[in-house]
């Protein structure tokens, strides 16, 4: 069983930085696909960014976060990280980290999410 656990979040004025970190149990964490998404209060929760397996580790941004944010994994340590700075007011959401569905191991897994981690940019 994957489980995702976030931590990170809190309160930053704009302009500050903040560190994301997901902790993923299980043995599979080199192959899995993962990302990090936000829900804004009254919106629909949107992609934000993506690291694919560790033999690429590939990642992609939604646009607004280009440059801003960064998307990192540490395989040792079963955790991917979203570094996020010079945030702006339009960043404030609960956070989460997913696992993308697929094979993994043999096995398919489908979208898996953790609780979410509230990140609120304010003077």
């Known amino acids: 069983q994957v489980q995702l656990v976030e931590s990170g979040g809190g309160l930053v004025q704009p302009g500050g930085s903040l560190r994301l970190s997901c902790v993923v149990s299980?043995?599979?964490?080199?192959?899995?696909?993962m990302a990090w998404y936000r829900q804004a209060p009254g919106k629909s929760r949107e992609f934000v960014a993506q690291?694919?397996?560790?033999?690429?580790?590939?990642?992609a941004y939604r646009e607004s976060v280009k440059g801003r944010f960064t998307i990192s994994r540490d395989n040792a340590k079963n955790t991917v990280y979203l570094q996020m700075n010079n945030l702006i007011p339009e960043d404030t959401a609960v956070y989460f980290c997913?696992?993308?569905?697929?094979?993994?191991?043999?096995?398919?897994?489908?979208?898996?999410w953790g609780q979410g981690t509230q990140v609120t940019v304010s003077s």
């Open positions: 690291i694919f397996e560790a033999a690429s580790a590939s990642t």
């Open positions: 997913k696992l993308e569905a697929g094979w993994y191991g043999g096995r398919y897994y489908g979208d898996r």
């Open positions: 299980g043995s599979m964490f080199e192959s899995l696909v």
